[in-house]
């Protein structure tokens, strides 16, 4: 299994309370993404970031920020958490190359998030 | 724009029957990727398969195989005397070219339940 490991894995807040999820990894991967699952929706992509330092948004960013100070840490950020940010949010790895074979993203386990 | 639809939201078969799960896709770029993952009921996201749009060859890993069309842009799935261990979630992704940083498209998913 690809090393990554997400916390919390639950989470219950009040609205308007800033929360951080972490993703931690083990394996050096350049490239990390932060997804919410909702029902009906799959998963989106909210950011992600293609080494230290370096981050993007993605589909579903407003509200939402992130870090990578750290190769192997990429934080979420929700600075004041809406009820509409209930989810579960999913962190991924890449170790996309150069090539045309794109690498398989692999994904933690999910950090379940209510806010009340 | 890109898009990935997986028009079956539940199927609901019995154990041995084989049973299709329909992707399909709309992208503009030549090069690209295609994915499927599987979400059991314990939440994680298991990669199963991933094909590039150069390579058309149909695959087979036990009882799954992967149909790429590109002619009709679907990338349909089918498990083979279907067991209730395949009772999950299953979702078709894509990706663009590396210049796109790898991120996933998601369809909605489609909930397999597979009775005994």
């Known amino acids: 299994d690809a090393g990554i490991t997400q916390s919390p894995r639950h989470k219950v807040t009040e609205t308007g309370t800033p929360v951080t999820l972490r993703c931690h990894q083990t394996?050096?991967?350049?490239?990390m993404y932060w997804y919410r699952q909702d029902p009906g929706h799959g998963l989106r992509l909210i950011h992600y970031?293609?080494?230290?330092?370096?981050?993007d948004k993605g589909e579903v960013s407003d509200g939402y920020s992130v870090s990578r100070s750290k190769t192997e840490d990429f934080l979420l950020t929700l600075e004041s958490a809406t009820s509409s940010q209930t989810s579960v949010y999913f962190c991924a790895i890449s170790a996309l190359g150069t090539d045309l074979s794109n690498q398989p993203q692999h994904f933690g386990d999910g950090t379940r998030l209510s806010i009340l | 724009a890109q898009k990935v639809t997986q028009a079956q939201t539940e199927i609901s078969v019995v154990e041995k029957e084989d049973v299709t799960l329909d992707c399909v896709y709309e992208t503009r770029d030549t090069t690209y990727y295609l994915f499927w993952y599987k979400q059991p009921p314990s939440g994680e996201l298991v990669f199963l398969i991933r094909?590039?749009?150069?390579?058309?060859q149909n695959e087979i890993s036990g009882r799954y195989s992967w149909n790429f069309q590109k002619s009709t842009s679907s990338f349909n799935f089918t498990i083979t005397a279907s067991q209730v261990v395949d009772s999950a979630v299953y979702f078709c992704a894509l990706s663009e070219a590396p210049g796109s940083q790898g991120n996933l498209i998601f369809g909605k998913g489609t909930k397999l339940s597979v009775k005994p």
């Open positions: 970031s293609y080494g230290v330092k370096d981050t």
């Open positions: 094909r590039n749009s150069f390579d058309e």
């Open positions: 394996e050096n991967h350049r490239y």
